[in-house]
């Protein structure tokens, strides 16, 4: 069983940048808010990219879904709408993450003040 979650180098660094500015704990909440950002986006996702991850963020499967883990499973198996097994479900987390982070950090990058980039994500 997979167990721990390897990102982008672009994601390692926006998530640092974001993490900077909003004085957040935990890279795994961004990275939680990324992901339903993009579970909320019904274009197809893509799971063949290749990505740079040699100083990407490393997280394990529970810390970033913590008890909540199986309430994103669902959500994400569900996006699938087909069966899928351990490693197909990490390559959709990461998938998600990565378009989730680009949607995020776009937002992030495009309002100055920390209260309409929250208004803007909620």
């Known amino acids: 069983m997979i167990q721990r979650i390897k990102t982008s180098n672009t994601v390692a660094e926006n998530l640092d940048k974001i993490q900077n500015k909003l004085h957040l704990s935990s890279k795994a909440a961004i990275l939680r808010i990324a992901i339903s950002l993009s579970l909320n986006d019904d274009s197809s996702l893509n799971l063949t990219a290749k990505y740079l991850t040699d100083r990407g963020f490393d997280i394990s499967i529970a810390t970033l879904f913590g008890e909540y883990e199986v309430l994103f499973r669902a959500l994400i198996k ?9 490693q197909l479900y990490v390559k959709l987390i990461q998938a998600h993450i990565e378009r989730g982070m680009i949607k995020l950090y776009g937002e992030f990058a495009t309002n100055n003040q920390i209260e309409d980039f929250i208004d803007t994500l909620v």
């Not at 569900?78 to 351990?86: F, G, L, Q, T």
Request: aromatic share 12%.
């Open 78 to 86: 569900n996006s699938y709408k087909h069966a899928i097994d351990e």
